[in-house]
């Protein structure tokens, strides 16, 4: 299933610095915390006391290295691949329709 890069926030850490971790180790692209553009705050669901934070970033003319992942059995096997515009639309994670409404 396609889905979105995600991640936990550490206790003591800041969103936007785990989104820049997050980048390097699910998709092996280096980008610094000021290229990531903040799309707000989500709860994925009514009942839910998880809060997640979007961000979007420009990959265009980003060399990609290797998506070293964090070690754990839930990445075991996952990837990571471009999608178009179309594909992203069709996807099922909600997460990525939000984001792309939020984008404009």
Known sequence: ELASLTGGVDK????????????FEEAGITK???DFKSL???R??????TTVYLFSIDCNDVEIGEAVGDGSD???GAYCQ???KEEA????DPL???MLLRMG
């Open 12 to 23: 003591g850490d800041e969103p936007l610095d785990c989104a820049v971790k997050e980048l």
């Open 32 to 34: 610094e915390a000021k």
């Open 40 to 42: 707000g705050t989500i």
């Open 44 to 49: 994925p669901s009514k009942s839910s006391d």
């Open 74 to 76: 839930r990445e075991k």
């Open 82 to 84: 471009w999608i178009t």
């Open 89 to 92: 639309i069709n996807c099922k």
């Open 96 to 98: 990525v329709h939000t």
